[in-house]
């Protein structure tokens, strides 16, 4: 039996966010129905897994966002210059930041005054992005914060007053149900002052196939990404998941616009996690893995709306599948 957890020392950095993270799956998979919560997804193995799904053929998402970032730089970047103050991009989930990377060439191009603060609760993904930006692109001011996101915007707001303009891209709006990401939403107001300013990415409802089929490459790479939640309970939580005993199962519902992910045991089975709890699972009793909610362009405005924003700009990319929305805090 794994004692770590037992002794673990809360004032250790590292160590309070194992057991955070043994908190919430132990509370996920005693809950009914189970369910993990999927900024989990995101360690190491994550991250690569994730960046080869958004080079899918299937993943459209990204491809959509991308087109849009790099056929619309210059309107995207003069909306949110505004009138020239020094301001800070604060990027919440930045990933690899290559839609914000267009922007971030073309502000420093134009000379705008402004700090990059990426924000990932991805240890490896701030890394990465500390050590890699300021090398592609020369000049630029980054700090990067790894943490939740709004413990993180918090921090970003103690390090400076500036006008505030937040990124959120990549319909991580979306990885919340509707009435969370209204409350999401609301909270976020509540970190910017007047003026400040919000780009939101979203993914909006289209054919279901083709929504469904982003969620069930052939690749089979979706599929990994969320077995490797698995994987990363035994690798970090000293687990024994047989992931060849889970099968993916993605759904799409067209009327909602509720896209979800679930893992189905395949067999009864006892999973034991770090030596100390024992869940079950009986055959076809799944785990809620995900939503990647879809949104309809009027629920966009209405949820800024509703939230103490004002929708001021929309940028869609051509087959307009996939909105960037600039809000700004009423
Ligand atoms: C779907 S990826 C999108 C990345 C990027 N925004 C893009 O559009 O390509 C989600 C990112 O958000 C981060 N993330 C998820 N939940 C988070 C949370 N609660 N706090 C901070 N970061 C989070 C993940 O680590 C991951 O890098």
């Known amino acids: 039996m794994d004692s770590t957890l ?46 080869e799904l958004m080079n899918s053929p299937e993943y459209y998402p990204t491809d959509c966002e991308l087109e849009i970032f790099s ?7 003069d909306a949110l210059i505004a009138d020239g103050d020094a301001f800070d991009l604060i990027e919440l989930g930045a990933g690899d930041a290559t839609k914000s990377t267009y922007l971030l060439k073309y502000l ?29 692109l020369p000049g630029l001011q980054i700090t990067g914060l790894n943490g939740e996101y709004f413990h993180m915007l918090t921090k970003a707001a103690s390090i400076s007053s500036r006008r505030k303009v ?18 999401f939403c609301r909270e976020l107001r509540k970190h910017l002052s007047p003026g ?19 969620y069930n490459d052939k690749e089979g790479i979706t599929k990994r990404f969320n077995l490797n939640l698995l994987e990363r309970i035994n690798r ?8 060849s005993k889970f099968e993916h199962y993605p759904t ?28 079950a699972f009986l055959k076809d009793e799944y785990i809620y893995m995900e939503i990647s909610q879809k949104f309809t362009i009027m629920q966009a405005d209405q949820i800024a709306i509703n939230t103490g924003f004002v929708p001021v700009g929309q ?16």
């Open 71 to 77: 056929e619309k730089t210059a309107e995207i970047a």
């Open 236 to 243: 970090e939580l000293n687990s024994n998941f047989d992931v």
């Open 252 to 279: 799409y519902d067209p009327e909602t616009g509720a896209c979800k992910s679930y893992l189905i045991s395949t067999a009864d089975q006892r999973v034991t996690i770090n030596g100390k709890e024992t869940i």
């Open 108 to 136: 420093l191009e134009k000379k705008a005054d402004f700090t990059y603060l990426p924000i990932d609760i991805s240890e490896n993904v701030i890394a990465y992005l500390n050590m890699t930006l300021p090398v592609t």
């Open 196 to 214: 400040d300013m919000a780009l939101i990415g979203m993914d909006l409802k289209k054919d279901p196939k083709v929504v469904l089929a982003a």
């Open 315 to 330: 940028f869609f990319d051509t087959k307009k599948w996939f909105i960037d929305a600039i809000w700004v805090a009423a």
């Open 6 to 51: 037992a002794h673990t020392d809360l004032n250790d950095p590292s160590k309070t966010k194992t057991v955070l993270f043994y908190n919430d799956v132990i509370t996920g998979l005693k809950s009914t129905p189970k369910r993990l919560n999927s900024k989990y997804f995101y360690d190491a193995n994550g991250d690569k897994l994730f960046q």
């Open 166 to 183: 937040v990124l959120f891209l990549g319909s991580n709006i979306g990885n919340m149900p509707i009435n969370d990401a209204i409350e």
